[in-house]
């Protein structure tokens, strides 16, 4: 499967985007979807995850309460609603697929400033 992420921008504290991952491929719904990012000099940090069969997600931290993972497999799409947005979160943020264990598909990342 191939992964194309977009949806980033420059928003200020206290906003919202929603990012989306298109991906390409028939075996999409096979995959447990995450999204990570990274910001130069640091190393990448796992945002938040839903499951392939039953559609359970599970987030990082530092998201949790605030970002919203969700796919629609007829759309062959990934979503990541992001509410509340801060500085901090401010990073390249990357869309990946995973059948097992690692994740081995990923897509070319899309850039989320936060503005104080």
């Known amino acids: 499967v191939q992964l194309q992420a977009s949806g980033g921008g420059l928003v200020q504290a206290g906003g919202s985007l929603r990012l989306s991952c298109a991906a390409s491929?028939?075996?999409?719904?096979?995959?447990?979807m995450g999204w990570f990012r990274q910001t130069p000099g640091k190393a990448r940090e796992f945002v938040a995850v839903i499951n392939w069969s039953d559609g359970s997600t599970y987030y990082g931290d530092s998201v949790k309460g605030r970002f919203t993972i969700s796919r629609d497999n007829a759309k062959n799409t990934v979503y990541l609603q992001m509410n509340n947005l801060k500085p901090e979160d401010t990073a390249v943020y990357y869309c990946a697929g995973r059948v097992g264990y690692e994740y081995d598909q990923w897509g070319q990342g899309t850039q989320v400033t936060v503005s104080s």
């Open positions: 491929g028939r075996t999409f719904s096979s995959y447990d």
